[in-house]
C-alpha cells in the first residue's frame, strides 16, 4: 500500500520549485550572508501550507524529460512573481546612483554583501527605508499571497507559458526606469542648479578651484536636498508599495492568460 495517493510527491516537488525560486530571488526573503537554514525552513513550510490548501496530485505520471520541464516552468513562474520586487527596487538604486554620482559619493561606495557590488551610500539609505516601510505594510504577506494565487492562475502540472511573460517583464523593466528617474528628480535637478552655478562663478572669478569647491558644494547641496525632501519619500515610496501591489496583480494576469 502507498503512503500517498499517485503523483502526490510529484505534485508536491513542482509547488517546492515554484516556491524556492520565489524566495531564493526575492531580495528580502532570499538574500542575506547569515544562517540560511531559516530560508530552508521557510520554502518547506510556505510549500506544505500552500499544497495542504489546495494542492492536488497529478493527474498523470510525467516522463523524466517531461518533469524537468514542469520543473523549469515552475521556476521560471517564481522568478517572475520574484522579478516584480527586484524591479521596484531598481527604481530605488537607479534614484540613488544617480544621486549618489552627482553628490561624489560614488567614490565611497560600500560593497553589499547580499549583492557582492559596490553600492552608493545613498542607495543603502533608501533601501533600509523601502524594506522598513515594506515589513510596516505587509508586503511580504502580499507576495506570498500572489504566490497562493499563482497556483490557482498557472497550475502545475501543465506545460503551458503564455508569451505575454515577456512582454510583461518589459513593461515592468521600463515602468522601474521611469519612477527611478521621476523619484531622484527633485534632488538632482537641484544638483544641477549647483553645478551650473559653480560654472558661473568659475568663469567670473578665474582664480577660483572648480574642482575643489564644485565638489564641496555639491556635496553640500545634496545632503541639504535630501533633509529638505526628507518628507515626501513615504508618498513616493507609498507610490511605489502601490506599484508593487499592481505589479503583482498584473503578472498574476500574464500567468492566468
Not at 524594506?131 to 510596516?136: D, E, I, N, P, V
Not at 506545460?159 to 510583461?168: E, K, Q, S, Y
Request: charged share 10%.
Amino acid at each position: 500500500m502507498e503512503a500517498f495517493p499517485p503523483g502526490t510527491l510529484e505534485a508536491f516537488s513542482l509547488y517546492l520549485a515554484r516556491t524556492s525560486a520565489l524566495v531564493i530571488a526575492t531580495p528580502l526573503l532570499g538574500s542575506g550572508t547569515g544562517f540560511t537554514g531559516y530560508r530552508v525552513g521557510l520554502i518547506v513550510s510556505v510549500t506544505f501550507l500552500l499544497y495542504a490548501a489546495g494542492g492536488a496530485p497529478l493527474g498523470h505520471s510525467p516522463e523524466p524529460v517531461e518533469y524537468a520541464c514542469l520543473v523549469l516552468r515552475e521556476i521560471m513562474i517564481g522568478l517572475f512573481l520574484a522579478f516584480v520586487l527586484q524591479m521596484v527596487l531598481v527604481s530605488l538604486r537607479l534614484a540613488g546612483e544617480m544621486i549618489g554620482q552627482e553628490m561624489g559619493f560614488n567614490m565611497a561606495s560600500l560593497v553589499d554583501p547580499t549583492t557582492g557590488v559596490n553600492t552608493p551610500v545613498v542607495t543603502l539609505v533608501y533601501e533600509a527605508f523601502f524594506f522598513l516601510g515594506f515589513l510596516a505594510v505587509n508586503g511580504h504577506h502580499v507576495l506570498l499571497k500572489s504566490l497562493e494565487h499563482s497556483f490557482a492562475r498557472a497550475p502545475v502540472g501543465a506545460l503551458a507559458i503564455t508569451n505575454d511573460v515577456a512582454w510583461g517583464a518589459q513593461a515592468l523593466f521600463a515602468q522601474a526606469f521611469g519612477a527611478g528617474i521621476a523619484f531622484a528628480a527633485p534632488v538632482l535637478l537641484l544638483l544641477f542648479m549647483a553645478s551650473l552655478l559653480v560654472s558661473l562663478l568659475a568663469r567670473m572669478v578665474p582664480q577660483l578651484n572648480v574642482m575643489d569647491v564644485g565638489f564641496s558644494a555639491r556635496i553640500v547641496v545634496g545632503l541639504v536636498a535630501l533633509f529638505v525632501f526628507a518628507p515626501f519619500l513615504a508618498p513616493a515610496l507609498e507610490g511605489l508599495y502601490d506599484r508593487f501591489a499592481s505589479g503583482l496583480d498584473g503578472a498574476l494576469d500574464v500567468l492566468g492568460a
